[in-house]
Each structure stands twice: as C-alpha cells, then as structure tokens.
C-alpha cells in the first residue's frame, strides 16, 4: 500500500497530469457537442440521413453515447498517464534509486500497476460526472429526460470505467518496453491516433477485396476500436457483441501487466 501511495504522490508532484486532465476536459467539451447534435438529429427521426442503426436510434443508446462523451481521446490521455509513471523513473534517473530502495521489481511494476487502476478511476470519474451534469441538462431540456435509469446507459457507464482502467494499465506496460521517455509517449500517440485510421481502412480495403463486410468485424482485435465495441450496447454487421471487445480489452490489460513485470525484472538499471 505505501508502494502505491508512493506512485501516486510522484504523479501529483508533476505537472504533466494537469496538462492531461486539461486535454481531457476539452476533448469532452468537443465530444459531447458533436454527441448532442447527433442525438437531437438521431431523435428527431433522421437517423437513417446519417447512418444512424434503428438499434442506436433511441433515447437510452443516445443518451449513453452523451453520458461517454470524450472517451476516445479520454483514453489516450491515461494511457499516456501509464506511460509516464514507468518513464519519468528513467528520465529523471530515479529508477536506480528506487529499485535499491524496493529490491523486489515485481512489487514496483505491481505497485504502478495498481496506481495507475487507480488514476484511470480518477479520470473517469471526473469526465463522467461533466457528462452527467451536461448530458442531464440536455436530455431534459429536450423532453427526454435523464434515461439514468435504463441499463444501456448504466452498462455503457460501467465499462466505460472498465476501460480506463485497462488504458493506463497499458500506459504502464508501453512504458516498460520503451523506457525513453519521449519516444514512448510519441509512439503510442500516433498509434492509438493513426494507427487507428490505418487499421479501419485496411479493413475496409481488405472487405472489398473478400467482398464480405463481415471482414469488418475483425477491427475489434485493435484496442481502441474494442473499446468502443464493449461500451455499446447490440451488434451489427460492422461490430460484433460488446463481450468480444472486453476480451480483446482484457487480454491487452493481462499481457501488458506480465510483460512489463518481467521485462522490469530482466532488466539492467545503471
């Protein structure tokens, strides 16, 4: 617990955190815009004029769709918090130090491991409770009301958290493969930003090769896209069920953590 404590005061002690927390709050504020014209146009009966599915074209998917708002950029930002909690050990020159001071690796990466569950709690509680403020005010002022009560909102809510949690345990497991710093944090950056559009048109290049949308479906095995599957609720025939997108997610979280366990344990600390 003291390890863990430790871990969560260095983070606090830096101002990168605020700057995060900072973009977090913007990307919300931009989500949540685009979410509520969407809303307004998917309810208002033109939800086929923008793709909208007739299982998503209701109040309560609408409305879990409001309450996530910001959660794609939401989870980079505490993914980049996971890397950061590993890397800053190595910029700073402070990885000696502590594992002198905690000879045990394993507890140190188990301790960043759980702080980080612990920060990406923190986040989503925060982005979530804007959201419900807003998505609240919204809903009701169109006649909608809160919807908090139906279970889509309520499961979109849960595994949402479920996966915050997840991203900044592959922060941590991203930090522990690539230690500098900067490259770490551009790295992943661009993957979870681009490598997301690359992978989408591949797929979409691949379908139209094989000339089966179903092709489409296999998205899920990227993180960020598997993120999205498990937080809505239904299929189609682009997405499969949200448990695969859990999976995908879990397994991620189960590799990341081992491996940066034993790669922290394998490793030379000058």
């Known amino acids: 617990m003291n390890l863990v404590r430790s871990e969560l005061l260095k983070i606090r002690t830096t101002s990168t955190w605020w700057w995060l927390a900072l973009g ?25 004029e923008i793709g909208v599915s007739a299982e998503q074209a209701t109040a309560p998917a609408q409305a879990a769709n409001l309450y996530t ?9 505490v993914m980049l918090i996971g890397i950061l909690m590993v890397t800053n050990e190595f910029f700073h020159q402070t990885a000696t130090t502590t594992f002198l001071t905690t000879p045990r690796r394993t507890s140190v990466i188990v301790s960043k491991l759980v702080a980080a569950s612990l920060l990406g709690f923190m986040f989503w509680l ?3 409770l804007i959201d419900l403020a807003a998505g609240a005010i919204f809903l009701s002022a169109n006649d909608y009301g ?33 230690t500098n710093q900067l490259g770490a944090v551009i790295t992943a950056a661009v993957l979870y930003l681009i490598g997301t559009q690359v992978v989408g048109l591949l797929f979409l290049l691949l379908s139209n090769l094989l000339d089966s949308q179903a092709v ?22 682009f997405t499969p069920s949200w448990w695969v997108g859990a999976l995908v997610l879990i397994g991620y979280a189960l590799v990341s953590g081992i491996a940066g366990v034993l790669l922290t344990r394998r490793r030379d600390i000058a």
Do not use: C, H
């Open 216 to 237: 489409l479906k296999w998205q899920v095995i990227w993180p960020a896209v598997a993120s999205q599957v498990m937080i809505t609720e239904g299929t189609s025939e």
């Open 126 to 128: 925060a982005t979530t």
């Open 24 to 48: 977090a709050f913007l990307s919300i504020a931009l989500a949540f815009a685009v979410n509520a014209w969407l809303a307004v146009t998917t309810l208002g009966g033109d939800a086929e």
């Open 146 to 178: 809160t919807q908090l009560g139906e279970w889509p909102v309520q499961r979109a809510l849960l595994f949402n958290l479920l996966a915050y949690a997840i991203w900044t345990i592959l922060g941590v497991g991203i930090g522990t493969l690539i």
């Open 69 to 77: 708002s910001g959660q794609y950029l939401g989870l980079m930002f």
